[in-house]
């Protein structure tokens, strides 16, 4: 079964073709990354504005190098939530005109559907009948998330973030550290230069399997403003204060991840989402874990298309087809 991912709920415009759920054949993004910069963080405006400039070539490309056409596509994957509203709308009114102009069935998937199934696309021993279940720790700019993985589409709901996801806690704190955006690969980079050990707190909010990162970026911005009214700020304090604030978000994502793969006798971990390109928050996973973790290659972490695709095929297994009437959703969780 061929399915064309669309995917574009926050500021990449993607585009992919996948086979039977685990054969990549294109897998398209066009960043947003240089417009949004100059900002400071992702305008949803202007976001959604850069993909109805792209969103037609993109496409094009991935069927282009998947080397099929529309005609040969069985079914549309695209992603319906959870997300910016304005890039969402351009994504899915893209979908239903090539569904109906083409008569291609639907199918509607949740963001965080495609981050788990990414490990799909990477893991070809996970196939049809994996030993589920799993445990899925997702974390990016917009989600922090925890679930338990029983099949697919069958998903429980164990921990969220009650404030800040991870991912926009390090674009905080990139821009207070003066490292620019996006946060997370400018901070992990400052952070393998660090020189001085410096303790920031961990939020363990005992007894759950929810995380918060508010009160981190409050400890950091006051480490910060110390070292400032102290004049002791330089290259060398920005690059300890990186590594101190990525230790902290990765101790606290580990160890609750670890922990509760024993009360669910999980059979693995699937880690996803743009904070599971820190290869720091991947070693440490691994290394305390003592399950397999499955760890998508970097370009499946961040959004992309093909990881829609894939989820859409198993979705497709089970459920059917979206009807053209579907809306987007903002906010709505996976699992309960």
Same mark, same amino acid.
């Given at each position: #079964?061929?399915?064309?991912?669309?995917?574009?709920?926050?500021?990449?415009?993607?585009?992919?073709?996948?086979?039977?759920? =685990?054969?990549?054949?294109?897998?398209?993004?066009?960043?947003?990354?240089?417009? +949004?910069?100059?900002?400071? @963080?992702?305008?949803?405006?202007?976001?959604?504005r850069? !993909?109805t400039?792209?969103?037609?070539?993109?496409?094009?490309?991935?069927?282009?190098?998947?080397?099929?056409?529309?005609?040969?596509?069985?079914?549309?994957?695209?992603?319906?939530?959870p997300?910016?509203?304005?890039?969402?709308?351009?994504?899915?009114?893209?979908?239903?005109?090539l569904?109906?102009?083409?008569?291609?069935?639907?199918?509607?998937? !949740?963001h965080?559907?495609? +981050?788990? +199934?990414?490990?799909?696309?990477?893991?070809?021993?996970?196939?049809?009948?994996?030993?589920?279940?799993?445990?899925?720790?997702i974390?990016?700019?917009? !989600? &922090?998330?925890?679930?338990?993985?029983?099949? +697919?589409?069958?998903?429980?709901?164990?921990?969220?973030?009650?404030?800040?996801?991870?991912?926009?806690?390090?674009?905080? =704190?990139?821009?207070?550290?003066?490292?620019?955006?996006? @946060?997370?690969?400018?901070?992990?980079?400052?952070?393998?230069?660090?020189k001085?050990?410096?303790i920031?707190?961990?939020?363990?909010?005992k007894?759950?399997?929810?995380?918060?990162?508010?009160?981190?970026?409050?400890?950091?911005?006051? &480490? /910060?403003?110390?070292?400032?009214?102290?004049?002791?700020?330089?290259?060398?304090?920005?690059?300890?204060?990186?590594?101190?604030?990525?230790?902290?978000?990765?101790?606290?994502?580990?160890?609750?991840?670890?922990?509760?793969?024993?009360?669910?006798?999980?059979?693995?971990?699937i880690?996803?989402g743009?904070?599971?390109?820190?290869?720091?928050?991947?070693?440490? #996973? /691994?290394?305390?874990?003592?399950?397999?973790?499955?760890?998508?290659?970097?370009?499946?972490?961040?959004?992309?298309?093909?990881? =829609?695709?894939?989820?859409?095929?198993?979705?497709?297994k089970? !459920?059917?087809?979206?009807?053209?009437?579907?809306?987007?959703?903002? &906010?709505?969780?996976?699992g309960?």
């Amino acid at each position: #079964m061929k399915i064309l991912g669309i995917e574009t709920s926050c500021d990449e415009t993607s585009a992919a073709v996948v086979v039977d759920g =685990i054969e990549l054949k294109s897998n398209i993004l066009m960043s947003q990354e240089s417009v +949004h910069s100059q900002f400071g @963080g992702i305008v949803p405006e202007v976001a959604a504005r850069e !993909h109805t400039k792209v969103i037609f070539n993109t496409v094009q490309n991935a069927l282009d190098r998947a080397e099929t056409t529309l005609q040969e596509i069985n079914a549309i994957a695209v992603t319906s939530g959870p997300g910016l509203a304005g890039s969402l709308l351009v994504g899915v009114n893209f979908a239903k005109g090539l569904s109906v102009s083409a008569n291609i069935p639907l199918i509607e998937v !949740h963001h965080i559907d495609g +981050h788990i +199934h990414a490990a799909w696309l990477n893991y070809p021993q996970l196939g049809s009948t994996p030993e589920f279940p799993f445990v899925c720790m997702i974390a990016s700019g917009g !989600h &922090t998330e925890l679930i338990l993985m029983k099949d +697919h589409g069958v998903y429980k709901k164990l921990g969220q973030t009650l404030d800040d996801a991870a991912g926009e806690a390090f674009d905080k =704190i990139g821009r207070l550290l003066g490292l620019g955006f996006p @946060g997370g690969p400018k901070v992990e980079a400052a952070a393998q230069k660090a020189k001085e050990e410096i303790i920031l707190p961990r939020a363990w909010l005992k007894g759950t399997s929810n995380f918060s990162f508010s009160g981190l970026k409050t400890a950091t911005l006051q &480490t /910060i403003q110390k070292f400032e009214k102290e004049e002791q700020m330089s290259s060398d304090k920005i690059a300890s204060i990186a590594r101190a604030f990525q230790n902290s978000v990765v101790e606290v994502l580990v160890k609750k991840t670890v922990d509760v793969c024993d009360n669910y006798n999980a059979n693995g971990i699937i880690i996803g989402g743009g904070v599971a390109a820190n290869k720091f928050l991947r070693d440490e #996973m /691994i290394a305390k874990s003592n399950i397999p973790v499955f760890c998508p290659e970097l370009k499946l972490c961040t959004d992309n298309a093909a990881m =829609i695709a894939s989820a859409g095929y198993f979705k497709s297994k089970n !459920h059917p087809f979206s009807p053209i009437n579907f809306d987007i959703f903002l &906010t709505k969780g996976l699992g309960k």
